[in-house]
C-alpha cells in the first residue's frame, strides 16, 4: 500500500515542528557592523544574538525573505547571507558559509564572549614591525583587497582594508605569501602566515 506523501511526512519522527530547527546555539552578543543589500546599497545593523550560522539583527533596513545580503561584522569581517524573515527591529540571516570557516567563526565568537570575563587578549608569537606601504591582497576566489600595512612580524601581519574586509578563516595571498585571517576588527585585520 503506498502511504500518501501528506500522511508521510505529518508522521515522521525526523521532523518535529515544535523544535527549533537551529543547528548552533545563538548567544546574545551585540556586535556593529554594516549590511550590503542587493542594490549595492548599506545599511548600519547590530546583531541581538548570533551563532556561527545566522544572527538576528537589528537594523533600519527590512529586506524580505529570501533576500541576499552582505553583512560586514566590526569584530568578524565579510560573511554573506541570506534572509531568513523581516523582524519589526530588523532581520534574521542565516550565513552562506563552508564548514571550515564555520569552526573558525565558532572558535571567534567563543573567543569574543569570554575575552573580557576571562581578561584574554590575543596570541602573538612573534615580534612586530610597523609598516605603513600600500598592499594588496587577493583571496581564493580572486577577489582583491586594497589595504594598507600596519605592521609584519615573522608568523604574520596586520593591515587596514580602504573597503571590504575578508573574514576570519579566509586564505589571502600577499605576492607570494600565503596566510589565514585570524582577526578582524573593523577594518582593521590580521593574518597567520601558512607554510606554502
Not at 75 to 103: M, N, S, Y
Not at 145 to 172: N, Q, Y
Request: proline letters at 4%; glycine letters at 8%.
Amino acid at each position: 500500500m503506498t502511504v500518501p506523501r501528506s500522511s508521510a511526512v505529518s508522521n515522521s519522527p525526523l521532523i518535529n515542528p515544535d523544535k527549533d530547527r537551529r543547528l548552533y546555539k545563538r548567544v546574545a552578543l551585540s556586535l556593529v557592523g554594516r549590511v550590503l543589500d542587493e542594490d549595492g546599497s548599506d545599511h548600519e545593523m547590530t546583531t541581538i544574538d548570533i551563532s556561527c550560522s545566522g544572527a538576528m539583527i537589528r537594523s533600519d533596513y527590512r529586506p524580505a525573505a529570501g533576500a541576499q545580503v552582505v553583512c560586514y561584522f566590526n569584530e568578524l569581517g565579510r560573511v554573506t547571507a541570506t534572509v531568513i524573515r523581516a523582524t519589526p527591529t530588523g532581520f534574521a540571516a542565516h550565513f552562506r558559509i563552508v564548514q571550515h570557516k564555520r569552526e573558525k567563526l565558532a572558535d571567534r565568537l567563543t573567543w569574543l564572549l569570554n575575552k573580557d570575563r576571562l581578561d584574554l587578549t590575543d596570541d602573538r608569537s612573534g615580534a612586530r614591525a610597523s609598516g605603513g606601504g600600500p598592499a594588496l591582497l587577493t583571496l581564493d576566489d580572486g577577489r582583491e583587497i586594497k589595504c594598507r600595512v600596519l605592521d609584519i612580524s615573522l608568523t604574520g601581519a596586520s593591515f587596514e582594508a580602504e573597503r571590504a574586509t575578508p573574514m576570519v578563516g579566509d586564505t589571502v595571498f600577499a605576492g607570494n605569501v600565503r596566510g589565514e585571517v585570524v582577526r578582524v576588527t573593523g577594518k582593521i585585520f590580521a593574518i597567520r602566515y601558512l607554510r606554502q
